[in-house]
Each structure stands twice: as C-alpha cells, then as structure tokens.
C-alpha cells in the first residue's frame, strides 16, 4: 500500500437486501500530494431551489440507473458526467461501507456504496450543471481532532447538533463525514 494511505483492506460493511433497495455511488478520489501524503476530492453542489442537499460539499456520484452494469459503473459515470473524469485516470483502491439513507422524496430507503481511487494522471475537469466547483482538501485535514467542529442542522422543527468540518468557508458533514471517518479511520 502507498505510504501514509490509509489502509482499506478491511471489507466493507454491506448492508443486506440492497439490491431490493434504490441504489447510487459516490466515488472517492485521492491523489498524491507533495507536501501532506494526500489530498481528496469534493465537489460543492451547484445550489438548486428543491434540492435539499443544495451548495452542500459531497463526492462526484448519484443514482443507479437502467444503463449501469453495476453500481461500480455507477460511479464511473457520474464521475465523467459530473465534472468529465474518465476511468483510464484513476487506479481503483478499494470501497468504503455501504450507507443507508433516504431518496429525495423521503419515501424509500437508498443505500450508497462508496468507491475510493487514485487520481493517476494528470486531468483536465468538465464540471456539468450540478457542480459548481472542485475542492482539493489535505486529507489530513479530517484526522486532526482541532479541525472537527459541530453544526446544528433544522429538521422538521427540531435543531440538532450534528459534527461538521469547515475547510475554506465549506462545510462538510452528512453522509460525506460519514464516509470521510471511515476513510480515515482505516
């Protein structure tokens, strides 16, 4: 393994009976950095009136679709249609456990499966109409405690503390903090 990469040999939890259950994938990309081991990719969410997760920081990916061989494939092209990254830039690392969330209209249970690679050569981004920026973020960034603060998040009239960090005026947390922990845990 790349020194100073986390470890992701440990499987990943699977969650039973997904494919029963509305499906999507992020993809998880890292690349060398010269000064920190590695930094990793987010992307800021173009803001959209109706999206709940509007201008929020997240991983490239989306919902499975007919098309998709695979929720693998998934990943690959969302990345490409989402900010033009091909498959033949990236080495495949491993994956991240699966995470059980709700579809948009909140009635049915999706589950994401992240999948992490290596950015291995240089690219050039093509961000599509839900992206409105790439972010490169010391990896380094979400394993050191000071960095990690709290938000509260408003959810049908209740205010919740929930762990969030902030890079650059961005804030992270959700289920992109989820897999970040699990990423970092490694």
């Not at 039973?16 to 993809?27: F, L």
């Not at 960034?141 to 205010?159: A, C, D, E, I, P």
């Amino acid at each position: 393994m790349t020194k100073h990469l986390p470890s992701i040999l440990k499987l990943p939890r699977k969650i039973p009976g997904r494919r029963w259950m509305a499906r999507a994938s992020v993809a998880v990309i890292l690349r060398k950095s010269q000064t920190h081991g590695f930094d990793i990719l987010l992307i800021k969410r173009s803001e959209r009136q109706g999206d709940p997760w509007s201008g929020d920081m997240a991983f490239p990916g989306g919902k499975m679709d007919s098309t998709d061989q695979s929720i693998y494939h998934t990943a690959l092209r969302e990345l490409h249609e989402e900010i033009g990254l091909e498959a033949g830039n990236l080495k495949q690392l491993g994956r991240l456990s699966d995470q059980l969330t709700k579809t948009h209209s909140g009635l049915r249970p999706m589950i994401i499966s992240p999948f992490i690679f290596e950015l291995n050569k240089q690219a050039d981004f093509v961000l599509n109409h839900e992206v409105a920026e790439i972010v490169w973020v010391p990896l380094t960034h979400f394993s050191t405690s000071v960095n990690r603060k709290s938000m509260v998040w408003k959810v049908k009239g209740l205010k919740i503390n929930v762990p969030c960090y902030w890079f650059k005026n961005k804030r992270v947390w959700g289920l992109t903090l989820r897999m970040l922990d699990e990423l970092v845990a490694k």
